[in-house]
């Protein structure tokens, strides 16, 4: 413990000197002492049960940092476009999060049906709809606009799971949300592109929902095929797989990053405005609905994480299927690590009130 809080102090005299040199204006060394800064807080915040869910995010903006710096570096290694990596980046995503879930998971769908259904009709009308909104609002270009619906379309976010447990949340109807939103994408995520994105651009749905059976369906039947007949007997392979989904994450965002570096660096602020107004609007409508309609407070909680926060992996792996992660792409990759701050903070905020029914 008291080493992580060493960590935590370097990684405030870090950013004192990335301070102190753009003063100076050496600016070519800001990026790098920045990233390091945001590696060293990623480890100093695991001195804190609550904000320790945090750990991955810092990381994530140390690479951005990074990568909007270098881009370079992140684009091509040899004659290998990097954005090659994405999809089965996500295809191995998706086979371990087959591989945390099981039947039972599903059948809480009949045994919480009334939480379960608001949880579900809220992420996927009022989020795809909210993207739109956004988009329209903030006059997007139209392939930047279509990744806003495009990560307003997406299931429950991967993270959401960690979110409701501190947020002393109903964790079980979490996993169960997350599990059959992903399912339910198959079908919901062309229809809301094909309605709402195909006002920016040409949405070809039926290609897809190809797409997301080859990158979503397929390894997610492939993970739970292994958590049944495999899982347990390997334990080396069940502790690696969450290590393997965070770098395959970590990489994602790197190479979407690098991709569209010119039009973030410019757009970027806008991006993190909208993604704000998005993802707190989602939480206030997945609670205040849960509350509506008279559930729980611990169900109204999760109800308000699992709607607030999306898949920005799926959304990352979906632009690059299309062509576009240097476009569409860009939404995702700054919603994705943002969604994750906002909703570490709420599950703090909710973490310290004990919930009474």
């Known amino acids: 413990m008291k080493s992580y809080k060493l960590i935590l102090k370097l990684s405030l005299l870090l950013f004192v000197v990335a301070l ?3 003063l100076a204006h050496q600016n070519q060394y800001i990026a790098v002492v920045i990233a ?4 060293a807080l990623s480890f100093g915040v695991k001195s804190s049960e609550v904000y320790k869910g945090l750990s991955f995010t810092m990381i994530i903006f140390a690479c951005v940092c990074i990568t909007l710096n270098y881009p370079q570096y992140f684009i091509q290694v040899g004659d290998f476009k990097l954005k090659g990596l994405i999809t089965p980046l996500i295809q191995l995503i998706m086979f371990g999060m087959g591989t945390e879930i099981g039947l039972k ?20 009308t009022f989020m795809p709809i909210m993207g739109f909104a956004l988009a329209k609002a903030f006059n997007f270009e139209p392939e930047i606009a279509a990744g806003i619906v495009l990560i307003g379309s997406m299931p429950c976010g991967l993270a959401s799971n960690v979110m409701s447990y501190l947020a002393k949340a109903n964790l079980a109807l979490s996993v169960t949300l997350t599990s059959v939103s992903t399912l339910l994408a198959t079908f919901l995520t062309p229809f809301w592109m094909k309605v709402l994105g195909g006002q920016f651009i040409e949405i070809k749905a039926t290609d897809m929902f190809v797409h ?62 909208a993604s704000f107004i998005h993802n707190t609007s989602g939480y206030l409508f997945g609670y205040w609905t849960g509350r509506l309609f008279r559930l729980g407070e611990r169900d109204s909680r999760t109800i308000a994480i699992e709607v607030g926060m999306q898949n920005g992996g799926l959304a990352s792996g979906l632009a690059e299927k299309l062509g576009k992660a240097a476009t569409m792409g860009l939404a995702p990759a700054v919603f994705g690590p943002f969604m994750n701050i906002t909703g570490s903070i709420l599950a703090s905020y909710w973490h310290k009130k004990t919930p009474i029914d």
């Open 20 to 22: 102190g040199l753009y």
């Open 212 to 273: 997301i059976l080859q990158i979503v369906i397929v390894p997610i039947l492939l993970g739970l095929l292994f958590n049944k007949f495999i899982k347990g007997k390997s334990t080396w392979l069940d502790k690696l797989m969450p290590s393997v989904s965070m770098f395959g994450i970590a990489t994602i965002i790197c190479v979407i990053t690098a991709a569209g570096s010119k039009s973030l660096l410019t757009i970027g602020p806008l991006l993190i405005l």
């Open 105 to 124: 998971d599903f059948k809480r769908v009949a045994e919480q049906p009334k939480a379960v259904l608001i949880g579900l009709t809220g992420h996927f």
């Open 36 to 39: 390091l800064a945001f590696f």
